[in-house]
């Protein structure tokens, strides 16, 4: 599943760190789920969505490219 949250966190200034804070998980998460190596629960789906001021279906991207 692709996601778009680098590109999108990038664009409003936030680094992983502070996304990280905001969700409240480990930067280390934010890296795995940007670059597809960690599924994130639905629970910060969500968060990322609300702290990322977007919907969960624009973050995530189920077709497969």
Request: one cysteine or more; charged letters at 30%.
């Amino acid at each position: 599943m692709q996601n778009k949250i680098q590109e999108i966190r990038k664009a409003l200034k936030l680094s992983q760190e502070e996304l990280a804070k905001l969700c409240d998980v480990s930067r280390q998460t934010i890296n795995a789920v940007e670059n597809n190596k960690y599924d994130p629960s639905l629970s910060l789906a969500f968060d990322l969505a609300k702290n990322l001021k977007t919907t969960v279906d624009e973050l995530f991207d189920s077709e497969k490219t």
